[in-house]
C-alpha cells in the first residue's frame, strides 16, 4: 500500500482547476506583504522588493482624483435629501475579474470601489412610463493593484503590479427607456 506523502501542496502547485480556490484564499488576505507571503513564504521577501522596484514602465501612472469644492449652500435641506436618492454617482464595489472579463488572472484587492449611476427617477423631469438612471459622462480611471497569473511553461504565479481601467460615472441623468426619441 503506497503512502501519500505528508508535504502539504504548495499553493504555487496551482493548476487552472483550483484559480477559484486560490482567488478565494487570496482574497482573505489583509496586505500585500501576506499574499506574498502565502504564496512563497521563503522568499516573499524578494517578490516584495521586485514589485515595488521603480522601472521606466511604473512611472507616471499614478492617477490623481481631482476633488471639486461644494462650496454652494443649500438652504432646501429636504431637496438635498431627495438628491442623495435619487440618481447620482455613488460608490458600487465591483470584481475585478468579472469587470475586466479575466478569468485567467487573480488580482489583489479582488474587488474596488468605482462610481456608478444609481437612485432613483421618482421625480424624473420626463414624460414617460419608465425612467431609468443613465450615465452622462463616463470616465477611464486606473488603478494599481497586484496581478497574479500563471507562468507559461512553468510552475509558479508570474507577480506583478499592473494599472487596471474601470469605468467611472462622473455624471447621470435620468432618461426615458421606452422612447429614445425626447
Not at 511604473?58 to 449652500?73: A, E, H, T
Not at 510552475?155 to 447621470?172: F, I, N, T, W, Y
Request: one cysteine or more.
Amino acid at each position: 500500500m503506497q503512502s501519500e506523502s505528508s508535504t502539504p501542496a504548495s499553493p504555487l502547485a496551482t493548476t487552472q482547476q483550483r484559480v477559484e480556490v486560490l482567488t478565494e484564499e487570496v482574497s482573505r488576505l489583509q496586505t500585500v506583504e501576506e499574499v506574498l507571503r502565502y504564496l512563497e513564504p521563503d522568499r516573499w521577501h524578494l517578490d516584495m522588493e521586485d514589485l515595488y522596484k521603480p522601472t521606466w514602465h511604473l512611472l507616471g501612472k499614478s492617477f490623481i482624483q481631482q476633488r471639486k469644492s461644494r462650496g454652494v449652500v443649500d438652504l432646501n435641506l429636504l431637496r438635498e435629501e431627495v438628491r442623495l436618492y435619487s440618481c447620482t454617482p455613488r460608490n458600487f464595489s465591483v470584481s475585478l475579474r468579472e469587470e475586466l472579463r479575466r478569468t485567467d488572472v487573480i488580482y489583489w484587492p479582488s474587488c474596488l470601489l468605482v462610481q456608478r449611476c444609481g437612485g432613483n427617477c421618482a421625480c424624473c423631469a420626463h414624460r414617460c412610463h419608465d425612467c431609468q438612471c443613465q450615465p452622462t459622462r463616463v470616465a477611464k480611471k486606473y488603478h494599481e493593484v497586484l496581478m497574479l497569473k500563471h507562468r507559461v511553461g512553468s510552475r509558479g504565479l508570474q507577480k506583478s503590479l499592473a494599472d487596471v481601467p474601470l469605468e467611472h460615472h462622473e455624471e447621470c441623468s435620468c432618461v426615458c427607456k421606452d422612447d429614445d426619441s425626447d
